[in-house]
């Protein structure tokens, strides 16, 4: 995934990372199949937007839901 800030700012972190905040004009990439633990804006009042690039294969999930640590869920 790639992304780019068109406004605002966002918090993301993957897992077993810290989190980092991207702001307007800052780009990132996010390796595939690595899990968001967190994703969102900073702001509670001011909007944030993104562009973003997903690329998969044709009929690829783009979202997975995470696995609970409790594997009987």
Not at 21 to 37: A, D, L, T
């Given at each position: ?54 690329l998969s ?16 869920k």
């Amino acid at each position: 995934m790639f992304a780019y800030v068109l406004e605002g700012a966002v918090v993301s972190q993957l897992e077993g990372e810290k989190p980092v905040i991207y702001s307007k004009g800052q780009s990132w990439y996010e390796s595939p199949k690595k899990p968001h633990v967190v994703s969102k804006n900073v702001s509670n009042t001011a909007p944030a937007r993104l562009l973003v690039f997903l690329l998969s294969q044709e009929g690829e999930a783009l979202v997975l839901p995470m696995k609970s640590p409790d594997s009987t869920k």
